[in-house]
């Protein structure tokens, strides 16, 4: 045991002495804890991938958005700043996975670490925010593949296999399915509440069924937030309630995908998963904001008129001077205080939040 202690030596000093000037940082040289991050699904967790579509109206790549970020810069995240793709990559030693669409050299070594295949706007189903708007799971997933075929030429098969098993995939998504079914007269795909929740559930199913194909073997998936809380829903309440029968839907939702994971785990056994309940989160830190440092957790921070709700965040709008004390960022979505904790929940969190494991845990497995 003694020969293991740091001796406080006149050479350990000048060592440190030495790492220091070096501008030796711990949080940046953390260990890669996967070798990269793909990232699928909505706004949530989209760093760009919608400001490439010309006729899409899901957009963040102008002001007020970005108001945090580096150099106060647009960035097509619907944030003031970051959101929690970029958080969770920070977590896992990682660089922020690029926007798939912002990259124009289709090459392995573009890929190596990770890619973010999120938009604005989409959902599970097909018809979820589709009309140009945004990309669709079913798409995302397809240039995926199209990722994976580059790869293969380069790594070959089993490389690619052997890189990908250890890789972390991240899907945050269905938010958009149930507001569209609220919000929205064309009930296309989905009709009633009852029907489209277990559609999205058949469509997850084999969404991560064809990710596992491709090789995923660790994947986080997250359920569908409390949706009925957001600035937009509460407008529908006189005394800006959340909209329960919205959030009682999400709830179901994410009840049944929770079951569906492990009915996919017992078919491929070789599949590691975290579901992350999103929905208790929110619940848990709208009940209690001060435990969290919140102040506001009902009207958005950016935005015009009641709760800066009944016009989203454009250039023209107002926008609050404390970000950090706000739960939403725009009528939607949260601010970047919000998906810092959320991301720091779904790494680290408790077994309240993350069954059967966090994602920590599911980096090691
Ligand atoms: C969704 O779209 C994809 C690609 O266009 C198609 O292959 C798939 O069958 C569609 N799924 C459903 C359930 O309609
Ligand atoms: C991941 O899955 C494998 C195969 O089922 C299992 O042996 C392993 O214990 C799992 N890892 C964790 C951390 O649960």
Known sequence: ??????????????????ISLLGWNPELSEAQMAPALFIFGDSQVDVGNNNHLLLSIAKADFPHNGIDFARQQPTG??????????????????????????????????????????????GILNSTGYYGKSIRLTEQIHNFFKVHQVMVQKMGSNGVEKHFSKSLFVIVTGSNDILDCFESESKDETGKPR??????????????????EFGARKVLVAGVGAVGCVPRLRLRSKTHECDEEVNSWAAKYNEQLKATLVELKSELQDLNYSFFDLHAIMQNIIRNPTAHGFKEVKA????????????PCLPI?????????????????????????????IFDGPSEYSVPMNVRQLVLA
């Open 300 to 311: 958005a921070c950016c935005g015009i008129g009641v709760l800066r709700a009944k016009i």
């Open 77 to 122: 995240r619907f944030s003031n700043g970051k959101n929690a793709a970029d958080f969770l990559a920070k977590k896992i030693g990682l660089s922020s996975s690029p926007a798939y669409l912002s990259l124009s050299d289709e090459t392995h070594a573009s890929y190596m670490n990770g890619v973010n295949f999120a938009s604005g706007g989409s």
């Open 317 to 345: 709008s107002l926008y609050c001077p404390n970000r950090k004390n706000h739960v939403f960022w725009d009528l939607y979505h949260p601010t970047e205080a919000m998906a810092r904790i959320v991301a720091d929940a």
């Open 1 to 18: 045991m003694e020969g293991r202690r740091v001796l406080v030596t006149k050479k350990n000093i000048i060592f440190f002495f030495v």
């Open 195 to 212: 029907e489209l929740v277990d559609l999205m559930i058949n469509y997850m199913k084999s969404h991560v069924k064809k990710l596992y």
